[in-house]
């Protein structure tokens, strides 16, 4: 530890036991004791504590005193449990934190949320440590060779789970849960055959005690070693799937079968219960009796459909968990098998035409869905996103033409809200990209074709709609749909026989500057396809493209939001990666003129963002387009002298020199960094050869370094002018950009953050130090 450190930290200490004095705010505290885990990471925990002895007076003051602040008092629990995780600082502080065992049990109960978690975690650090040495191997369960302390927090353990009292049982399962989570010594497997029995005695109770931590702590032993030799944990898990309410149960079956090692008969009473809210739904809107389609078991049973009819809020939440819980499951490898895809489409739909109103309900359960789900805007967004993530399964036409029947329908729908709509249009693009090609490989299927011919006037019509979230959705999914399907012919001749290009550039000068963003992705993307329409007709493509790069120019130029400017210049720096036909029409013209407007915003990211412009130029002009990362380790070879004279010149004819050298000095660090990355990126390039300077020329720098430190005073005002190679590259030989990376990689107030100032400024705060001693920061 720093002298100056261990100098203020007495004081400190003895601000933090006084309750006379004023405590500081959680972020100090929070910051001190990052600093501590710096510390002891680096060095000998124990020989800190010895060197600092306030630092132990400090955990058992704060442990004794009889009403400590919570603050100070998560703190100080925080801080033993971070000394006590090392064995040699554990035994250092035995026999002090064996006395104060006692007190920890009391503060689980604290009111204050910190303290209580705190205080559990300090017990299973203080019961790991107890453990080891002797005990490290397979001790009794009943524990007569176990160490006191441990003995004493297992002792207290097993009462909190014998209580009545439910928030006792909850502070010993997450006591246990931490143990099992973090401790995978043998001896835990006595700890478990040891306490087992009373756990499972909690499910005998009505209602079950803490259920979800009950859940927790299961989950828990199941993915510690104990899970693998205990077959006694899986009957007991069974038992309490079975135990539980549907919504209790949900999480814990979720648990189960994502567990590697598991018997089968588990994972399909899991999976049954994760099931069975959606069968339930099927059951109700069924026309015709019959099987849903589910495996054995998820049939939607008595408990399900009373939480179903209990209220509105527990039929929301149940359908809301099931699905999330589904919709996780399909994107895991160990997922059960066989999925059962098309009972679940069938399951979304019905929960999606039950929230539309378009169900017609069978049973007394269908109309209670029918009136509790009408309009519920959280479970259509539930549902829709499940629904989308069941695009990347396959499933009968019949089904798949019903899915893109309801999707339409929630689109066209005035009732749908922005969020989903937007839910709605991101759903649509999954199946539509998850939609199969045609038998040629090389078009869309007609079913896809003719679901596209009813979506485009739809979405036409949502880029016309008064809601300014709507027009957003639909020019991301414009966006999105383009990105992917810009060369498909079917996609590309709808595209065009509608309005929606023409509309699309109309909203580039939307009231609203979310909106007018992305217009501005979407022109970008649809002029790169050659999709943007022309008002001139379609002879004259090269017409349109000169006028949209302008429009988007006068929108850098002149827009008085950042979003447009921002979305312009990603679109500029794409254009340049793909060699759109308007960048190619006059490299230079188009990068000169972009980095003259980028140098000129007051916004950071478009300053950054036309760097990132900048470093793409730079590379396509060496002819190493797929090099991206200036930190590379191996730095690329350089380009040979001529090759690099010329493209040194038309840096400088482009300005690219000045628009880097100005940002270097930005007051915004990352447009610094950024030009400090790309300028040491060149200065490797030209290094090995020498530049281009010819024997015997001397370069005159002396005007542009009088600029820059100008620049660097603050003066930007003034041009640098002309430029000629041979003197750029002169001034970035001559500056040490390595140091000035390594000096704007630190941030800016890291001397106002150093732990010296951290105890400054807390000492300050109460008076303790002297008026010149304070950091002023």
Known sequence: MDPECSRLLPALCAV?????QPVADDTCLEKLLDWFKTVTEAGPSLLLLQENPCLVELLFRVLKAHDPRPRVLSFSLRLAGLFAAQEDCFQYLQVSLSRAVDTIFSLQGDSSLFVASAAGQLLVHILALAMRGPAEGHPSPQGCDWPACAQKIVCHVEDSLRSTATPQVTQALNVLTTTFGHCHSPWTQGLWVRLSPLVACLLEKDPIPASHSLVDLLLSVARSPVGSSDCGLWETLAQTLSHLSPTQAGPLALGILKLQDCPQALKTQAFGVLLQPLACVLKAAAQAPGPPGFPEGATGDSITVDTFLSSKSACVGLLCQALAHLELLQLLPQRPSPWPQAPLLRAAVAILRFCHGSAAPTSDVGGHLCAVLAGCVRVQRAALDFLGTLSQGTGPQELVTQVFAVLLEYLTS???????????????????????KAPSCCDLDPHTQLFLGELLPVLRKRLCSPCWEARDSGLEFLTQVTRHWGGQAAFRHALLASEVPELTGQLLRDPESYVRASAV?????????????????????????????????HILSTDSEGFPRRAVMHVFTQWLKDGHADVAEDLEQFVARVLQAASQDLDWEVRAQGLELALVFLEQLLGQPGSRCPYAVALPEAAPPATLAQVLQALCRVQLFEFALRALFDCDRPVAQKSCDLLLFLKAKATPCGGPQEAGASPDVVSVEAALQRWQAGEQGQPLGELEPEAVMAVLRSMDLEGLRGMLAKSSDHMEKSPQSLLQDMLATVGVLGENEADCY
């Not at 005035?414 to 939609?435: E, H, I, N």
């Not at 050659?530 to 000169?546: C, D, F, M, N, S």
């Open 16 to 20: 933090l036991v006084d309750p006379r």
């Open 414 to 436: 005035p009732d749908s809200s922005p969020m989903v709509l937007k839910k709605a249009f991101q759903a649509t693009l999954r199946w539509l990209l998850g939609s199969p």
């Open 521 to 553: 992705t979407a022109t970008g993307q649809l002029s790169s396809w050659g999709l943007y329409a022309t008002p001139t007709g379609p002879e004259h493509p090269e017409v349109q493209q000169e006028s949209l790069f302008t429009e988007l120019l």
